[in-house]
């Protein structure tokens, strides 16, 4: 499993951003897939993840309404469009996959249990 994250820049606030997620050695619904951020002196928090299907995706509360999570089979990615950026978005942001990973999105389950990870997109909202 390979996961390769990119997209990330400096942006104001209220702008957009769209991350990209390329992925190898599994399929959508094999593995669930998510984007995760870690702001500076922060522990790492689940953004939004989804299987199959983004009709299935869930986001973190402070991601609702402004973040949407899509995937393209054919083409093995995973995006995050983020929009309405404030400066807390900031942080690096992770793509991860793991068969369980909607436990770690909703909380359950540690981000530390996540196997799969990509290298990290470097978000910075700023004025």
């Known amino acids: 499993v390979q996961l390769q994250a990119s997209g990330g820049g400096l942006v104001q606030p209220g702008g957009s951003l769209r991350l990209s997620c390329s992925y190898s050695?599994?399929?959508?619904?094999?593995?669930?897939i998510g984007w995760f951020r870690q702001a500076p002196g922060k522990e790492r928090e689940a953004v939004s993840c989804m299987g199959m299907s983004a009709s299935s995706a869930v986001y973190a509360d402070s991601a609702k309404g402004r973040f949407t999570i899509s995937s393209d089979p054919a083409k093995s990615t995973v995006s995050l469009q983020m929009r309405s950026l404030k400066e807390e978005d900031t942080g690096v942001y992770y793509c991860?996959?793991?068969?369980?990973?909607?436990?770690?999105?909703?909380?359950?389950?540690?981000?530390?249990?996540?196997?799969?990870w990509g290298q990290g997109t470097e978000v910075t909202v700023s004025s």
């Open positions: 050695g599994f399929e959508l619904g094999e593995y669930a």
């Open positions: 991860a996959a793991d068969s369980g990973l909607y436990y770690v999105c909703i909380g359950r389950e540690s981000p530390s249990t996540v196997p799969y």
